[in-house]
Nanobody, 124 residues
Framework: QAQLVESGGGLVQAGVPLRLSCKAS????????IAWFRQAPGSEREFVSAATYNGRDYYADSVAGRFLVIRDDTKNLVYLVMGGLKAEDTAVYFC??????????????????WGQGTQVTVSS
């Protein structure tokens, strides 16, 4: 089971970039798809981005062109670089892991290992 810890959240002004980190321990992320999700108050948790074990990246339409996911398997880290932040990006951001032999999915139910989340607040 992967233990995941997110960091890097905070309060930023709109347009200021922010980088989130997801550090895995207890496993090698070589064996996992790693995804980012977010949950705003009163909303369901939604897919943001993912980096699969074999090097493919995926993005939600709402963040494509603004966010970049980077994985560093040597450090067991996955980053979410967020540019062009808007007030509507305000949410708790979670990273999650899914075993590599399973097809990639954007469904939250497809991920069994989750971090505790990090709050991102964007002021306009």
């Amino acid at each position: 089971q992967a233990q995941l810890v997110e960091s890097g959240g905070g309060l930023v002004q709109a347009g200021v970039p922010l980088r989130l980190s997801c550090k895995a321990s207890g496993v090698s992320i070589n064996d996992y798809h790693i995804a980012w999700f977010r949950q705003a108050p009163g909303s369901e948790r939604e897919f943001v981005s993912a980096a699969t074990y074999n090097g493919r990246d995926y993005y939600a339409d709402s963040v494509a062109g603004r966010f970049l996911v980077i994985r560093d398997d040597t450090k067991n880290l996955v980053y979410l670089v967020m540019g062009g932040l808007k007030a509507e990006d305000t949410a708790v951001y979670f990273c999650a892991a899914r075993r590599y032999w399973l097809d990639f999915t954007r469904d939250t139910n497809g991920y069994g290992d989750w971090g505790q989340g990090t709050q991102v607040t964007v002021s306009s």
